[in-house]
């Protein structure tokens, strides 16, 4: 096993003007995108096929990872998703028995550069107080000048519509647990609930979710219309989670608008964003987001708190819902922010964490039930 002394050296330059050294275990080149990171103890293989990490460079804080590999039920996607991957060490031997390749044999597969060597705690915590900013890795240059430059061209993801890069082209059926493009319709004698998915990035955990209490999936791309879907005659709409800033995607904010009154909603994250503006109210960034697989949560129905697996940087104004038949249903007890709302008079309510919980805790598989109670209500 090679030394990480003989590894190719890289760095991670920050806007602000930041340098982190480190070395590449996997990959070679650059990567452009926000620094974000992730508090997750395990679960890197479902932060690295996210779609929801689309545009952003994902540090782990747990400090080794790798150690179980990569296997090919776990997938939330068919691609890796985050820009590059960086952490504190890699541990190149696998020891799990699901195992089938190494984490570094996956993100070269995928052409993506993962490093290690950096001072993960020491970006964590520049990161929690500057906030996430835009940031570099290279391997090909030891030009920290001419990074800066490249960096601070770089747009960011404020205002930028990432969800056209991870959305499917066509609409398909979501069947046994798998993604099968060549059936774009609902089986006619199948039981169960005719769920129409727009797809904003969706994990394939939420699709198993749905199939698992008992819905027949139809996945719509996230440029189909309001009208294109209710063509399909569904007996609920689900919208997924995805990447960057909900005020960008204004197409789907308006085939949302366009659904709120036809059939039952449920959404997640960028779903629970796309309807509360399609509500009329507004997004902000968040200073650093919400990533892991620990974050609390309370109920304020139950008065239960829920440890939810998160990942958003950006949060809907609650206040800006004032006015609208809309209330608060759960809420972040880190910084008190918005996780959940639902309509006092159409029957729609979202969330802004993940209850499919892969990785994470399973506090919030509730939430599927529910949207079953929903459509029995409203059939």
Not at 226 to 233: F, G, K, P, T, Y
Not at 292 to 313: C, F, M, R, Y
């Amino acid at each position: 096993m090679a030394s990480i002394w003989d590894k190719p050296r890289a760095l991670l330059v920050l806007e602000d003007g930041t340098v982190f050294h480190g070395y590449a275990f996997a990959g070679a080149g650059r990567a452009l995108g926000e620094v974000v990171f992730n508090t997750s103890m395990t679960g890197y293989q479902e932060v690295l096929t996210d779609p929801s990490y689309k545009g952003q460079i994902v540090a782990m804080t747990y400090p080794l990872t790798g150690t179980y590999g990569i296997n090919d039920d776990d997938m939330e996607s068919a691609a890796v998703q985050v820009e590059a991957f960086i952490v504190r060490e890699y541990q190149d031997f696998a020891s799990n028995w699901r195992s089938s390749r190494t984490l570094k044999e996956f993100l070269e597969s995928h052409d993506k550069i993962g490093i290690e060597g950096i001072d993960t705690r020491a970006l964590t915590r520049h990161i929690r107080q500057a906030g996430a900013m835009r940031g570099v890795i290279a391997t090909d240059t030891d030009s920290v000048a001419q990074l800066l430059d490249e960096v601070r061209a770089f747009p960011g993801l404020t205002g930028i519509d990432l969800v056209r890069h991870v959305t499917c082209d066509r609409p398909y059926r979501w069947r046994d647990g798998r993604p099968v493009p060549e059936e774009a319709c609902w089986s006619p004698d199948a039981p169960g609930f005719r769920v129409a998915a727009l797809d904003f990035g969706i994990k394939y955990n939420i699709l198993r979710s749905l199939e698992r209490t008992g819905c027949q999936v139809l996945v719509f791309p996230a440029h189909a219309s309001a009208a294109e879907i209710l063509a399909s005659n569904p007996d609920g709409v689900f919208l997924s989670n995805g990447p960057g800033d909900p005020a960008a995607v204004d197409y789907a904010i308006e085939t949302v608008r366009g659904l709120l009154t036809k059939r039952p909603i449920f959404g997640i994250c960028l779903g629970h964003q796309l309807l509360g503006l399609a509500l009329g109210g507004r997004t902000f960034k968040l200073k650093f987001g919400h990533r892991g697989a620990n974050q609390p949560v309370k109920d304020l129905k139950t008065g239960k708190v829920e440890i939810t697996s998160q990942n958003h940087g950006f949060c809907v104004d609650m206040e800006s819902l004032a006015g609208v038949a809309v209330r608060s249903t759960h809420f972040n007890l880190n910084d008190h922010t918005l996780e959940g709302m639902e309509h006092l008079e159409l029957p729609l309510y979202s969330v802004q964490y993940h209850p499919e919980a892969s990785p994470g805790p399973h506090d919030a598989s509730y939430l599927f039930d529910r949207f079953i109670q929903l459509m029995e209500k409203e059939s």
